[in-house]
């Protein structure tokens, strides 16, 4: 699939009164500081019809002013901490074309082939992208932090490639962003609008550091690990599990659950399942320790509730482990239950003790984040990103909403995508990168329940 570039322009917020003044900042919250400083791409596909890209670029313009954060620069203020700079010098807008159908693209098949169809990703470059790629990224201060790619094929379809920042923010926002999006472009009022207040996150006097949040969160400089591996050895594998697969299985880790009435959820079920599948596959020594790292969105966790409409990062994890052997030799109650009690644990009073801990002691202690999408070897760990509950397929730009909703290539071996399947019927699609040696052990043990 060849994709021809067309223009690649900046577009700024289409403000219909007076601009607001360009010198305003937002400084990050501990939260957003926590989090993955790179681009994250995600990959719609539509049908046509579909509004001429005019349609498109001008609705994004429009929701700009609404979401500045977008539209601005990283940056720092007087005293070294890292701010956005509400300036308004705008997106990346990339318009393309492809001379051949869609069904040619293979968008289904998570390969390479992905990264031509959205803009480039700061810090996570795939060593088979294109070396003007490569040479395009910017440094803090010139940062572009959305970048959008819309690529036309011949058979009327259009594939719209977004690349975002994640210090910006999460997956949640980013989601309420595009339905946004949608309702410009469909002349709607945007609605409901976000909250952009980041300094809500105070910490309490005198700090109470209830939980260890060294080694979690944040590690010492010293310590943290900077290799980096080759890819060329990692295939990204997409497994579909049906309604009626997942049923079985959050029955059969529910069967065991003895008096407790409450079953575990699909979600927990099926991330236990894939631990040991995953696991199993690896071939790891029984001594070792294999651990998962669980996305967990605090804005209905924390006490008060946070407004779902707050626009940032607001997420923290749980960090399950367990011994291989342990692992595979218990039923999957087990496991099950490790997942179910870290989740558990990460509730108000853990994201309190966070709050406190990255106020006082990161910069006293010189830490930094444990979140890295440098690395390309997770082995014997996972991580885990949910996207199940965000509402990516609520964007409609007036043709309807994606057939297609798909993330990029990320050759990280070990780092789970979860996605309601496009099929609607509540499957789930899962995106999981392995070493080439491991996929077959996988492929004949995925869907087994044991």
């Known amino acids: ?168 923010a999460d997956g949640h926002s980013t989601s309420k962003f595009l339905v946004a999006w949608g309702q410009a472009c469909r002349g709607l009022e945007i609605s409901p609008l976000p909250l952009h207040d980041r300094t809500i996150f105070t910490p309490r006097n005198p700090p109470i550091f209830e939980f260890e949040h060294k080694g979690v969160e944040f590690t010492s400089l010293k310590t943290h690990n900077l290799k980096h591996n080759s890819v060329d050895n990692i295939v990204v594998h997409k497994v579909h599990y049906t309604v009626e697969f997942l049923a079985k299985l959050k029955d059969k880790a529910s069967s065991m659950n003895g008096n407790n009435n409450k079953p575990f959820t699909k979600f927990e079920s099926l991330v236990a399942h894939l631990w040991r599948a995953i696991t199993k596959s690896r071939c790891l020594n029984g001594h070792e320790t294999t651990q998962i790292r669980i996305s967990i969105d605090g804005r209905q966790r924390l006490n008060p509730k946070v407004s779902n409409e707050y626009f940032g990062n607001l997420v923290l994890w749980a960090f399950p482990s367990a011994k ?67 509402p990516f397929y609520d964007l409609d730009f007036g043709g309807g909403c994606p057939y297609v909703f798909i993330p990029s290539y990320y050759p990280t071996e070990g780092m789970m995508f979860l996605l309601p399947s496009f099929i609607g019927d509540g499957s789930i699609d899962v995106f999981i990168p392995l070493f080439e040696e491991n996929l077959t052990a996988f492929e004949e043990i995925c869907y087994t329940i044991d």
Request: glycine residues 4%; hydrophobic residues 40%; contains cysteine.
């Open 1 to 168: 699939m060849k994709v021809q570039l067309r223009s690649s322009r900046m577009i700024k917020p289409l403000y219909e009164d007076t601009p607001p003044q360009t010198r305003n900042n937002i400084s990050l919250s501990v939260f957003d500081k926590a989090t993955y400083d790179s681009h994250m791409a995600i990959i719609y596909a539509f049908r046509p019809p579909t509004p001429p890209n005019k349609a498109i670029k001008v609705a994004l313009q429009k929701v700009l002013v609404v979401y500045r954060e977008w539209a601005g620069r990283l940056g720092k203020d007087d005293k070294g901490e890292p701010i956005i700079l509400l300036n308004d010098e705008g997106v990346r807008f990339i318009e393309a074309y492809v001379d051949g159908s869609l069904d040619q693209a293979l968008l289904l098949k998570p390969s390479a082939t992905l990264l031509s169809l959205h803009p480039s990703l700061k810090q996570r470059v795939c060593p088979r992208a294109r070396d003007e790629e490569r040479d395009s990224f910017s440094e803090m201060g010139v940062v572009e932090l959305l970048q959008v790619q819309l690529t036309r094929f011949t058979c009327g379809s259009l594939v719209v490639g977004f690349t975002s920042h994640h210090l910006v």
């Open 324 to 390: 291989v052997k342990t692992l595979l030799q218990e039923p999957l109650f087990y496991a099950v239950k490790l997942i179910h009690d870290a989740i558990t644990k990460v509730n108000n009073n853990y994201f309190r003790s966070f709050i406190d801990f990255a106020n006082f002691k990161v910069k006293e202690e010189n830490l930094m984040t444990t979140a890295d999408m440098t690395k390309t070897t997770l082995c014997p760990n996972l991580e885990v990103d949910s996207w199940l509950r965000f």
